[in-house]
């Protein structure tokens, strides 16, 4: 057969019919083809458009795959319409406006047909047409792979795009194909895009990946059902789901993908059965909207690359969780917002970096007979309107099981927390929550903890080997009945109260319900418990006078020394004018401390509380310092619990934070320094004659921070700024120190420090009285290396610092 020439092999047997003919164009040969014929075309490139309209064989020569190529300057290169049947063939398209390969009616057979072209699309589908097509590829990186619309349907086996400059497999109106181990990647768009009313797709033992874009994106009531299927590496959302969509994914994996691995929104459903979902890196589930659901059955997620919750429910959205495991994640399950909710039952939640279950902004989670381990915070219902029912779980190995916040009120039964680091169940600022048969065994801090006289309610619950005690509670208490401890075998009654009621019985003779506070109630421990060490007794109060006087040595500080006096001198007044009778001004005692490193903040914070303690302002008037460090945990939880004990190790006294600005970052992403703030706040409003805050720290940053916090600095109305030390200053303080440590200094030494220090660099190495303090030691041991020398020193070489023992500059 020549070479450009098709040869038309006819299926009748009519006697004035050739069985064969040859052509010199593929148009003319398709033109004397009739239903049946097979058109074998030799290699070559065929600059036509090629309309089939008859159920002919179009195929190109035996053994030779690629050789024949239709490829027309402009328009469809292939058109069929009807049930054709095409084998081996390449088909070039160079039109922006249409089709490369077009298939519009009819049941055609396509087969190891390659399109290669930068057209509209690759191959389209629409109408009534239902082609089956195998192995063909498609390669057009200027528009769509495959697109099926309009009613079309078809199966297309093993079938491969390429590259696609937009989606790489679109179906949109009605339209209701089949893709089986079909593989569709480096698309410039979705992978797989579904969209309209009526539109469906039905995909088995796919994969989508290297998408510039989203792997499968189903939308507008369109709905997809995904088998055996792989969705990876995705530029934007792995699976993503929107207005009214519903979506079915059965034994899929989805992985490394940058964004939500699956993203629904806008009442859209998906059912996600036996599938995985792992290295993602926002949510592993992002679920938003009224009458958007999720439900998952025996579903893995795990392994997230970000910092962002494994499951994100919010808006009104609904997800259900049934036999699914969630692990290596930073946070297993967020569900936020009024009619937010979340079911899970019989899951594992583990490897938990933050908090396995956060509930927030009126959102409700069930958990039933589910495993969190592994993790920070078990469960933490944040705020009011939260709740929900933690029912027959257990949490093991966290640092916190349970946390109930800010008037959130779950009922947690039946639940068990194994070896907690702080707390098996913590309720502060206003939290609610009932308790019931529940049990906390082997925690590093308190069985339950409640605090601010939360009013959560405790029956039946248990506690064991809780290393700092099982039961924990500020006045005026939770509601406690029935509850146990290894420390004593059940809370024993009150004492009869003077009327003959002996606490038994309560109105209408029902059982009495205790309160349980600091003072009793709580289980008593048992004879053979160890006895608490005694508390050490608080030192002496010294006179005002005496600590005024001590202020006054310190070297310079003459404004600051000023402010404080003024600021005694008012609390002073307004005591005696109490106890007169007569209306004392309010005088805020928190103060804030500007200043450079070794300006004396903390001296002058320590005098400070001795000085309220001598006139009676504070109970003992000693200092505890913090940092950001102390205060702010490693995850959701534990700073609310640092803060508070911190608190309450400088109750009757001055807590000092130093560097406090490092508790608001401009950047902060997940920091919990803002926890630590708001629990403070909230603590120095609680008890604000208990404790004094003294926040400190560089100038322009502090000046930031209670620009930005306005809640805080409304708490610390008096800023003392402490200037840095001079040169005479430094001087004096190297001058104090010679007489403490019994040294003189020589003719000379003096003036050579004052040029010392005039001369010393004043950048971010330079400390103040500190640098005044390292400038002595350093005097005295070069003092001692050369003083050593003697066989026999007098006490002047004992004692004398000379000029030379003058460090070098930095």
């Not at 919750?309 to 495991?325: E, K, T």
């Not at 008096?718 to 104090?736: A, S």
């Amino acid at each position: 057969m020549a070479q450009g020439s098709v040869q038309v092999t006819h299926s009748g047997t009519s006697r004035w019919r050739r069985r064969t003919g040859e052509y010199a164009s593929l148009t003319a040969a398709v033109e004397a083809a009739g239903d049946g014929d097979l058109l074998t075309v030799a290699p070559g490139t065929y600059r036509e458009n090629v309309v089939l309209t008859r159920a002919i064989t179009l195929r190109g020569p035996e053994g030779a795959r690629g050789a024949v190529r239709i490829a027309p300057t402009e328009g469809v290169a292939l058109t069929v319409r009807a049930s054709a049947v095409v084998r081996d063939v390449h088909i070039e398209g160079q039109d922006s406006a249409a089709p490369a390969l077009l298939v519009e009616d009819g049941s055609p057979d396509l087969a190891d047909v390659r399109v290669a072209t930068r057209s509209a699309v690759g191959i389209e589908v629409r109408g009534t047409a239902r082609p089956t097509v195998h192995r063909c590829t498609v390669d057009n990186p200027a528009g769509i792979g495959l697109s099926v619309l309009d009613g079309a349907a078809g199966i297309f086996e093993e079938c491969e795009v390429v590259a696609a400059g937009q989606s790489g497999v679109a179906v949109r109106g009605g339209a209701h194909p089949r893709l089986e181990r079909c593989r569709v990647h480096h698309a410039s768009g979705t992978g797989l895009s579904v969209t309209g009313e009526g539109s469906t797709l039905e995909a088995v033992g796919c994969e989508v990946y290297e998408i510039k874009g989203s792997g499968v994106q189903v939308s507008a009531r369109a709905t997809a059902l995904l088998t055996d299927c792989q969705v990876h590496r995705t530029t934007a959302d792995g699976v993503s789901l929107d207005t009214d969509a519903v979506l079915t994914l059965a034994d899929c994996d989805l992985h490394d993908v940058p964004e939500n691995a699956i993203d629904l929104r806008s009442r859209s459903v998906l059912t996600l059965t036996r599938s995985t979902v792992r290295r993602f890196g926002r949510n592993g589930l992002s679920v938003w909207d009224p009458g958007t659901r999720v439900d998952a059955y025996q579903c893995e997620i795990h392994d997230s690359t970000g910092d962002y919750p494994a499951v994100w429910v919010s808006d009104r959205a609904a997800a259900v969780l049934d036999g699914c495991q969630v692990h290596d994640v930073p946070d297993a399950l967020f569900v936020l917002d009024h009619g937010s909710r979340v079911d899970v039952v019989d899951s594992d939640l583990a490897q938990v970096r933050n908090t396995a279950v956060s509930v927030s902004d009126g959102a409700s989670a069930q958990l039933d007979d589910c495993r969190i381990r592994e993790a920070a915070t078990g469960a933490w219902f944040r705020d009011h309107g939260s709740g929900g029912t933690l029912s027959g779980c257990t949490i093991d190995s966290v640092s916190t099981g349970v946390i109930v916040t800010k008037g959130a009120d779950p009922a947690i039964e039946r639940c068990t927390v194994t070896a907690p680091s702080e707390a098996g169940f913590y309720v502060s600022a206003e939290g609610r929550g009932s308790f019931h048969n529940c049990r906390v065994t082997g925690s590093g801090g308190y069985g339950f903890h409640v605090i601010d006289g939360c009013r959560a309610t405790l029956t039946r619950c248990r506690t064991e080997r809780c290393a700092r005690g099982g039961y924990e509670f500020a006045e005026p208490g939770p509601t406690s009945e029935d509850c146990t401890s290894d420390e004593s075998a059940t809370h024993a009654p009150p004492p009869p109260t003077p009327g003959g009621d002996d606490g038994r019985t309560g109105a209408l003779g029902q059982p009495a319900v205790q309160r349980v506070g600091l003072l009793g109630g709580v289980p008593s421990q048992s004879a053979a418990a160890p006895q608490a060490a005694p508390v050490p007794a608080p030192e002496p109060v010294r006179a005002s006078d005496d600590v005024l006087g001590e202020l006054d040595t310190l070297v310079g500080l003459e404004s600051v020394k000023r402010e404080v006096r003024a600021l005694i001198d008012m609390i002073e007044v307004g005591r005696r004018r109490q106890q007169a009778g007569l209306k004392a001004a309010s005088v805020r005692r928190h103060l804030a401390f500007t200043g450079s490193p070794g300006t004396g903040k903390t001296t002058v914070a320590r005098l400070y509380g001795e000085i309220l303690a001598s006139l009676g302002v504070l109970e003992r008037g000693h200092l505890v310092e913090v940092s950001r460090v102390d205060l702010v945990g490693e995850h959701i939880g534990s700073t609310a619990i640092r803060t508070q004990e911190a608190f309450e190790r400088a109750r009757g006294g001055v807590l000092f934070i130093d560097e406090a600005y490092a508790l608001s970052h401009e950047d902060s992403g997940r920091d919990f320094g803002r926890e630590a703030i708001d629990t403070l706040v909230k603590l120095m409003e609680d008890h604000r004659d208990a404790v004094v805050v003294i926040v400190a720290g560089y100038t322009e940053e502090m000046a930031r921070f209670l620009s930005v916090n306005p809640g805080v600095a409304s708490r610390f109305s008096r800023t003392i700024r402490f200037g840095d030390y001079g040169p005479e200053e430094l001087l004096r303080i190297v001058e104090q120190q010679s007489e403490e440590h019994e040294y003189r200094l020589a003719d000379g030494t003096a003036e050579s420090l004052l040029k010392y220090f005039t001369a010393f660099p004043k950048d971010a190495a330079f400390g103040n009285g500190r640098t005044a303090r390292q400038t002595f030691e350093a005097m005295v041991e070069r003092h001692a290396g050369r003083v050593a020398q003697h066989p026999n020193p007098g006490t002047d070489e004992l004692t004398l610092l000379y000029p030379e023992d003058l460090p070098e500059l930095p």
